[in-house]
T-cell receptor, first 112, second 116 residues
Framework: RKEVEQDPGPFNVPEGATVAFNCTYS??????FFWYRQDCRKEPKLLMS???SGNEDGRFTAQLNRASQYISLHIRDSKLSDSATYLC?????????????FGAGTQVVVTP | DAGVTQSPTHLIKTRGQHVTLRCSPI?????VSWYQQVLGQGPQFIFQ???????GRGNFPDRFSARQFPNYSSELNVNALLLGDSALYLC???????????????FGSGTRLTVV
């Protein structure tokens, strides 16, 4: 079983709609959580951190459920420019020296 | 300010050959990490170097090696290339060794290696 798992999608979303997807992690010692965005054939870029209390950054909302070991990302009022692959990143407490564990990514396609 | 720069951007090699990939971190960043991203997968950690010493290693064979130079730039070397080594190789730099300051953890645009 992979340490970080994501639904690969694609999630086809009409412009203006809301899309949500999850990421599950298997290691209960995981300490820090992030969402990255990766455009086709480009490098990953940090989208937002995920905090236990949930956090919002504009149209993006991230939540963490430690009991069930998953994090989620909600995108509301989707824009065409939101089309990308969203990578879930987990850092174990023992790896805070610098090892990011990536999921395989969830592809989102926003259509006009 | 220049970001993380990687060279070359694209590379085609034959099975069994050797390859060297290069990374220059952001000025002032002392930590460099290498990741391999195979098509359809997320990046997988290969190495971290901090202050010219290896600080972490992922689950990769000994064919993979790296080093960091006094100016904090880094090289990733892969020997005896296999078809399965075809991937996007990403370098990330950060100021410190630890990643709690992840907002300072920046990826380069990568080197796309194709092994034929």
């Amino acid at each position: 079983r992979k340490e970080v798992e994501q639904d690969p999608g694609p999630f086809n979303v009409p412009e203006g709609a809301t899309v949500a997807f999850n990421c599950t992690y298997s290691n209960s010692a995981s300490q820090s959580f992030f969402w990255y965005r990766q455009d086709c054939r480009k490098e990953p870029k940090l989208l937002m951190s995920v905090y236990s209390s949930g956090n919002e950054d504009g149209r993006f909302t991230a939540q963490l459920n430690r009991a069930s070991q998953y994090i989620s990302l909600h995108i509301r009022d989707s824009k065409l420019s939101d089309s990308a692959t969203y990578l879930c990143v987990v850092i174990r407490a023992t790896d805070s020296w610098g090892k990011l564990q990536f999921g395989a990514g969830t592809q989102v396609v926003v259509t006009p | 300010d220049a970001g993380v720069t990687q060279s070359p951007t694209h590379l085609i090699k034959t099975r069994g050959q050797h390859v060297t990939l290069r990374c220059s971190p952001i000025s002032g960043h002392k930590s460099v990490s290498w990741y391999q991203q195979v098509l359809g997968q997320g990046p997988q950690f290969i190495f971290q170097y901090y202050e010219k010493e290896e600080r972490g290693r992922g689950n990769f064979p000994d064919r993979f090696s790296a080093r960091q130079f006094p100016n904090y730039s880094s090289e990733l070397n892969v020997n005896a290339l296999l078809l399965g080594d075809s991937a996007l190789y990403l370098c990330a730099s950060s100021k410190d060794r630890r990643v709690e300051g992840i907002y300072g953890y920046t990826f380069g645009s990568g080197t796309r290696l194709t092994v034929v």
